[in-house]
């Protein structure tokens, strides 16, 4: 199983951007049940949760990205995705998506999301 991510990249403060991550090589039974997250990490801090996604779509977000982002699953894609509107500099991070499959911890390769003019 792979969590592959993709999306990211340099965009101007308000702009948008949308993250999505698919889960190569699960198959869609073990797929649609797993909540899935997305995560961002930036230099000398820990990883910090932005949201995450149950089977039943419930969402969760952090309080600094609430209103502005969007996380969403096409379940017959097995994919996830982080729609991320009004982008501001602070929101310059890796983002990374992560599901527990099989009863492991998967994480996508960090996609790197830049805000800057």
């Known amino acids: 199983v792979q969590l592959q991510a993709s999306g990211g990249g340099l965009v101007q403060p308000g702009g948008s951007l949308r993250l999505s991550c698919a889960a190569r090589g699960a198959i869609t039974s073990v797929f649609n049940p797993t909540t899935m997250e997305w995560y961002r990490e930036t230099p000398g801090k820990e990883r910090d949760l932005v949201a995450s996604?149950?089977?039943?779509?419930?969402?969760v977000y952090a309080d600094a990205v609430k209103g502005r982002f969007t996380i969403s699953r096409d379940n017959s894609r097995k994919t996830v995705y982080l729609q991320m509107n009004s982008l501001k500099p602070e929101d310059t991070a890796v983002y990374f998506c992560h599901g527990r499959l099989y009863e492991t911890d998967y994480w996508g390769k960090g996609t790197q999301v830049t805000v800057s003019s």
């Open positions: 996604i149950t089977s039943a779509r419930a969402t």
